[in-house]
């Protein structure tokens, strides 16, 4: 991808957005939305994975048909939000592996400390997609590529929701080799880093949690 930030405004993109946003949407709606709006996000996401082609034999005639070339893919969920994208994703790259960054904020410093990270082998040789649903400071998202950079990984993507303009400048500044591909670029973050107009909070919406 040679953009930095894609907006995948598709109608259905959109549509199922608001959904999301909506605060009277129930728990198990907001699951199901999420679900299909990340599939949608993954079509754009593997828009421009690279082509080779297969000898075939159709009921016609033998033909060299298109097929993905590097079937070398790995799914990266940001815990615990990113996990709410990963069936979405996994419904349109069933062969992908997945791994798993688990961080917390530490509250003296304010820094994102790794908790977990359980991540597939040979990173180098994949197409990383790291997935959370929002970026919203972007100091997780920064820490997470950066572990996933420290374990391997040169071709990083990074797959969101909703995206807040400081956590677009953040990760432009910090990796600015990751295209970002989004369904929004909201207006701003409040005082307590939440996205807004946004959706609240993707983890406590979509796991019905407080
Ligand atoms: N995380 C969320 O779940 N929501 C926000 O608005 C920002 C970060």
Known sequence: MNQHLTIVDHPLVQHKLTGMRDE???????????REASQLLAYEITR????????????????DAPVVAGKKMALISILRAGNGLLDGVLDLVPAARVGFVGLYRD???LRPVKY???????LEE????????????????????????????????FLCLLAAPEGVARMKEAHPDVP???????????EHGYIVPGLGDAGDRMFGTR
Not at 24 to 34: A, E, K
Not at 53 to 59: A, G, H, L, S
Not at 180 to 190: F, K, M, P, Y
């Open 180 to 190: 970002i591909v989004t369904a929004s670029l909201d207006e701003c973050l409040n």
């Open 116 to 122: 977990y990270f359980k991540v597939p082998n040979n």
């Open 107 to 109: 509250e003296a410093t």
């Open 24 to 34: 009277t949407t129930s728990t198990h709606h907001f699951r199901q939305l999420m």
């Open 126 to 157: 994949r197409l990383v997609i790291a997935v959370d649903p929002m970026l919203a400071t972007g100091n997780s998202s920064v820490a997470a590529i950066d572990m996933l950079k420290e374990a391997g990984a040169t071709n990083i993507r």
């Open 48 to 63: 421009n994975l690279a082509m080779t082609t297969r000898c075939i034999t159709t009921p016609m005639q033998v033909m």
